[in-house]
Structures are given as C-alpha cells and as structure tokens.
T-cell receptor
Framework: AQTVTQSQPEMSVQEAETVTLSCTYD???????LFWYKQPPSRQMILVIR??????QNATENRFSVNFQKAAKSFSLKISDSQLGDAAMYFC?????????????FGAGTILRVKS | KAGVTQTPRYLIKTRGQQVTLSCSPI?????VSWYQQTPGQGLQFLFE???????NKGNFPGRFSGRQFSNSRSEMNVSTLELGDSALYLC???????????????FGQGTRLTVV
C-alpha cells in the first residue's frame, strides 16, 4: 500500500517571501501521479499542481513549483512571492497510474500561515 | 459550469441514528469518490462509484455504504452512527476512470457531520 508523509504540521512565511512544503511517499509502483491540494477555510479542496512520475521535468504553475525527486520519493512544493490568500492547509496526494481508478492517498497536511 | 455540490453542508445526528449525504458531480463526470476527513486520521478514501457500480472501497466498516444513480449523483449512508463518525465528508468527481492524468478530481465543499 502507498503512503504519503508530510513531516511539517505547520509552516509560517512572510508575505512576498518563499516557502517550501515537504512531502515524501512510499510506493513500489513505477508509474503514478502526485498532486498538491490546497484547502482554505471554506473547506473546498483545490488542485494546486500535479506531476506525472514518468516526467523528469518539475511542474510549474505560476508562483507554485515542485521539486520532484523520484529516486528519493520526495515531492516538495515551493510557493514564491507568498500572498495572504495562500494561507490554507496543503495536502500532498498520490494516485496510482498502474491501478485503475481515481483513489487518492493523502498526507496529513501542512497548515501554512502567511504573515503580513 | 457548476461545481461539485454536496448537501447538506452541516448535519447533527444522535448516536445510533443513520444519515444520508448527497453529492452531485460536475455535469459530464461519471466517477464519484468519497473521503472522510478527521483531525486524527486525516483524509481517508471511503469508496468510488462509476456507472452506478462501486469500483473501489477503502478500509471502513460495513456501516458505510453508498450508491450512484444513472445521472451520476451519489449518496453515501452511514448506519448506526458512532461518535467517531463525526467528520467532514468530501465528495470528488472525475470525468472518467483510468490511467490518464486528465481524470482530475474536483472536490465539493463537504458535509460536516457531528454525532452527539
């Protein structure tokens, strides 16, 4: 079974600064997808960024980028130029590409606080 | 385009009762997955429905069940409620099942269930 670990329960960042959220995962599969979701106080999970394991290039979406290290099974999220609206709970998630279906395995989450 | 709609948003039930939660997926989406979110256990996969059939199930007791209708709307039912069932229940819809990255999951705002 796959597991996802987020070792930082809480992080703080100053507005306009950069912060990195950590995520490691364990799997015996070679093909899979990794995601970062944001859950603001409204509770709705919003997809921030996604990465396909067979792609070496790190995904980027505007101020959000990932550092994907497949051998180390590490998938960290970097948020540049942090904004107050980035404050939320962030979840790292895994989805198999070898098993048919849409099941996501989530980490415990990291609360991100943004200070003005 | 309307998002994933979950009803009700909040629910208070008494131990021993049963409850039904509803999820209307995005139009055209055929896969619906359910997750339970608690402070202690985090986000855990309950089950996935596709074409009115349960395709995958998480590690939950038989008191948790669900179904999907021909219009892809889904309901989940919890019988004989326990205090530990208090949680945020999230529903996610995807266009299809499969190996493609494009089967992105879109989440609803959840139903907050409190068992007293």
């Amino acid at each position: 079974a796959q597991t996802v670990t987020q070792s930082q329960p809480e992080m703080s960042v100053q507005e306009a600064e950069t912060v990195t959220l950590s995520c490691t995962y364990d799997t015996s599969e070679s093909d899979y997808y990794l995601f970062w979701y944001k859950q603001p106080p409204s509770r709705q999970m919003i997809l921030v960024i996604r990465q396909e394991a067979y792609k070496q290039q790190n995904a980027t979406e505007n101020r959000f980028s990932v550092n994907f290290q497949k051998a180390a099974k590490s998938f960290s999220l970097k948020i540049s130029d942090s904004q107050l609206g980035d404050a939320a709970m962030y979840f790292c998630a895994y989805r198999s590409a070898e098993e048919y279906g849409n099941k996501l395995v989530f980490g415990a989450g990291t609360i991100l606080r943004v200070k003005s | 385009k309307a998002g994933v709609t979950q009803t009700p948003r909040y629910l208070i039930k008494t131990r021993g009762q049963q409850v039904t939660l509803s999820c209307s997926p995005i139009s055209g989406h055929r896969s619906v997955s359910w997750y339970q979110q608690t402070p202690g256990q985090g986000l855990q996969f309950l089950f996935e429905y596709f074409s009115e059939t349960q395709r995958n199930k998480g590690n939950f007791p038989g008191r948790f069940s669900g179904r999907q209708f021909s219009n892809s709307r889904s309901e989940m039912n919890v019988s004989t409620l326990e205090l530990g069932d208090s949680a945020l229940y999230l529903c996610a819809s995807s266009r299809d099942r499969g190996f493609s990255m494009n089967t992105e999951a879109f989440f609803g705002q959840g139903t907050r269930l409190t068992v007293v």
